[in-house]
């Protein structure tokens, strides 16, 4: 499996931004998505996760009701939607995958900037 992240770019505080995550491999079957971030000398940690098994949507607290994640089961492809943007939320942005039938994380993407200006 996969995976490409796009998106990321400059913006200022407040603003909008919308990554993309196009999955390629596969061989059948349901999946769970996510997004983790790695802040600039920080850990890698966990954004948003979408549930293979029912599709249930999982956010951080640290950006709960200003980011949305989707996906498209057809195209396989995910989508954060990023509102409200705050200098905090300067990362490299990556779009994780696991195996058929699991929440685990097996597979990464190159990962995405996302700088925010205040």
């Known amino acids: 499996v996969q995976l490409q992240a796009s998106g990321g770019g400059l913006v200022q505080a407040g603003g909008s931004l919308r990554l993309s995550c196009a999955a390629s491999?596969?061989?059948?079957?349901?999946?769970?998505m996510a997004w983790f971030r790695r802040p600039p000398g920080k850990e890698r940690e966990f954004v948003a996760i979408i549930s293979w098994k029912d599709s249930a949507i999982t956010y951080s607290n640290s950006v709960k009701g200003r980011f949305t994640f989707s996906r498209d089961g057809v195209k396989d492809m995910a989508y954060l939607q990023m509102n409200s943007l705050r200098p905090e939320d300067t990362a490299v942005y990556y779009c994780a995958s696991g195996d058929a039938y699991t929440d685990a994380m097996r597979y990464w993407g190159a990962g995405t900037l996302v700088t925010v200006s205040s």
């Open positions: 491999g596969r061989t059948g079957g349901a999946y769970g």
